[in-house]
């Protein structure tokens, strides 16, 4: 089966960059469609970015709209979220997920999620 480990979080200042991977391992695992999704405490998951599995279409939040992008490289079975621009509002618990559904933006619409890496942003 389909399993996802994400890395690359840590502590960085306010307006820094950050890039996060996501190495997924199973059969035919880039034949999916891969989203970034995170959490801060006591909120709710929330929808931060996804991509097709060609990598040929990508949508993003409105919060991290222009400061972030999601890519994939097939050949590595890897998802990235390189983070530029980050605001302290960015911290969270950072999770990749595999699309099984209709609908990028609704974390029902995933079926195989990561552990999850912290990424803290201070000012």
């Known amino acids: 089966q389909v399993q996802l480990v994400e890395s690359g979080g840590g502590l960085v200042q306010a307006g820094g960059s950050l890039r996060l991977s996501c190495a997924v391992s199973?059969?035919?695992?880039?034949?999916?469609?891969m989203g970034w999704f995170r959490q801060a405490p006591g909120k709710a998951r929330e929808f931060v970015a996804a991509i097709s599995w060609s990598g040929g279409s990508t949508y993003y939040a409105d919060s991290v709209k222009g400061r972030f992008t999601i890519s994939r490289d097939n050949a590595k079975n890897t998802v990235y979220l390189q983070m530029n621009s980050l605001k302290p509002e960015d911290t969270a618990v950072y999770y990749c997920?595999?699309?099984?559904?209709?609908?990028?933006?609704?974390?029902?619409?995933?079926?195989?999620w990561g552990q999850g890496t912290q990424v803290t942003v201070s000012s």
């Open positions: 997920a595999r699309r099984s559904g209709a609908g990028y933006y609704y974390r029902t619409s995933y079926d195989i």
């Open positions: 199973g059969r035919s695992s880039s034949s999916y469609d």
